[in-house]
């Protein structure tokens, strides 16, 4: 994952507490997640990646702050 439920819910002024969205919030960011991939058509990877993935994209710290605003 990207961003978590903790970024989300505090973008949304969700208290980190409050339980009673969470399943829809981890579909919502699972969407998101496969949306970019499918748009940038390619396979985005936090840390390390395989050499067998010659299109990969890296995502870089700034990318994932912006993502949670």
Do not use: G
Request: proline share 4%; with cysteine.
């Amino acid at each position: 994952m990207w961003i978590n439920k903790a970024q989300v819910k505090r973008q949304c002024r969700i208290e980190l507490d409050d339980n009673s969205e969470d399943m829809l919030l981890d579909s919502y960011i699972a969407a998101v997640e496969q949306k970019t991939i499918a748009y940038l058509n390619r396979h985005l990877y936090r840390e390390s990646v395989p050499e067998t993935d010659p299109d990969w994209l890296s995502m870089p710290r700034l990318f994932r702050v912006c993502c949670s605003w």
